[in-house]
């Protein structure tokens, strides 16, 4: 998909690197052991399935270890390499130390296309992989903790979880070698739609910033916003579902591996996901215009463009026809470094995956602290903050019948206000919060400096300073 006379992707994000390191001033020597990949580990394992040994290989990579655990997703893709588990290894460095995850920068994948087998047979598959890992630390709560990303869910995570605790019987502490679990399983409420519901809080944070929003020659709040989004997997479907159900966006159009759907009308997100469930195809959903060249959809009109598939899909072929004014990118690396320079020259603004996609790695952050832990969070304070809160009621109360008629508590006050807050509730105000604090970090950078016109930059200066902090701390 992108052309050939790209840089590859760990070449693309080492380029937007570049960029930001040459306008700090960072002791000699320091950029470079910042900027490249401690160690990347790869395997091939056989499996014995269908009567015969399938041979597979995997990766492992670990860009920084400034601080430990090193943390990122295991991805299950054909498309997977060295290459790309370096590039998403240092974006993770970077997203960490953005949102203040304490963790370096860690990714995994496994080439494989998770549809051509069973559940029973991706299990036996996962669990090898995973051996393998365990076995040399590269799966460890205290050093390594991976995570969902493409091609895998909390399913593949129960199983590593389960892996790593038949190995290691005594660690008391073993279901934090992996995040993004079932809830049943050492889990935590509002994981699995994190990462979407991050993009979410990203544009919130971005539509309170009037500066930016003049940037992109955009007004108002997102209501009615046209939104495109190509990729309808966990965090596609989430951000679509929420920016539509909550936000009063538009999804005018919905782009898919193997076609899309438009309509200037808005989009039932709901009802296409749950056809692409049953049919596994976008194609056929009824009564919406069916496009079978998906990607040429990227290039129409609308205010928000939501890239949340695969990198590398606004290119050098494509970025001068993208008229979207707003690109926030769910998913990793979708803009190259080439079609960054020429977006930025026309004015768009984008919103960069280190940030935009966050969410995942912040509740994963949660979900970890909760596990060493060992307790839920809200199970020791939410009584307790709940009879308080009845103690005013009360008294409202009791005001409420002395005014009598001049005074009264809306109607549902007294059941929202004495409600407690339990795990999803913290869980997303926690993600709200880190989401607003660290766009604010970028925007200071972005509308403060002269010499930093868009907001990747911005991001890269702001984690760069957090990880040059963290050596120089360590004396290195
Ligand atoms: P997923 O496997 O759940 O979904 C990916 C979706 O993209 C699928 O619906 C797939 O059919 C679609 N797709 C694949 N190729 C496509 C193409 N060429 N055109 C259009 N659609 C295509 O994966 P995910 O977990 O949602 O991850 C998506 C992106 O978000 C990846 O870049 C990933 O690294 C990033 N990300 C994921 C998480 C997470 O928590 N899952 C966190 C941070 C970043």
Known sequence: MQPSNEPSFRESVDLMFNR??????????????????????????????RGKIHTFT????????????????????????????????????????LVEAPFGGSKG????????????????????????????DLINPAQNVPAPDMGTGEREMAWIADQYKRMNTTDI??????????????????????????????????????????KAGLKGTLKDKRVIVQGLGNVGYHAAKFLSEEDGCKITAIIERDGAV????????????????????????????????????????????????LEGVINLENADRIKAPLIIEAANGPVTSGADGILRKKGTVIIPDMYANAGGVTVSYFEWVKNLSHIRFGRMGRRQEESRHQLIVDELERLDRHLGDSWSMTPDFKNRYLRGAGE???????????????????????HGRDDVDDLRTAAYLVSIEKVAASYRAKGL
């Open 20 to 49: 930001a390191v040459a306008l700090m001033d960072l002791p000699a020597g320091l950029e470079e052991k910042i900027r490249v990949c401690n160690a990347t580990y790869t395997v091939r394992f056989g499996v014995r399935l």
């Open 58 to 97: 995997g990766y492992r990579s670990v860009h920084s270890e400034h601080m430990e655990p090193v943390k990122g997703g295991i991805r299950y893709a054909l498309g997977v390499n060295q290459d790309e588990v370096e590039a998403l290894a240092a974006l993770m460095t970077y997203k960490c130390a």
């Open 109 to 136: 994948g496994l080439r494989i296309d998770p549809r051509e087998y069973d559940e029973h047979e991706l299990e036996l598959i996962t669990r090898r992989f995973a051996y393998e890992l365990i076995k040399r």
């Open 173 to 214: 502490n073993g279901v934090a070698c992996v995040t993004g679990k079932p809830t049943h399983a050492g889990g935590i409420q509002g994981r699995t739609e994190a990462t979407g519901r991050g993009v979410q809080y990203a544009l919130h944070a971005f539509f309170r910033d009037e500066q930016g929003l003049q």
């Open 262 to 309: 438009h309509d200037e009308g808005g989009l039932d997100v709901q009802a296409i996901y749950e056809w692409i469930g049953k049919h596994g195809t976008i194609t056929g959903f009824p009564g919406v215009t069916v496009e079978d060249n998906g990607a040429k959809l990227l290039e129409a009109d609308c205010d928000i463009l939501i890239p949340a598939a």
């Open 424 to 446: 999803l509730e913290l869980v997303r105000s926690g993600l709200d919060d880190t989401m607003s604090t660290a766009y604010q970090s970028m925007a200071d950078v972005w």
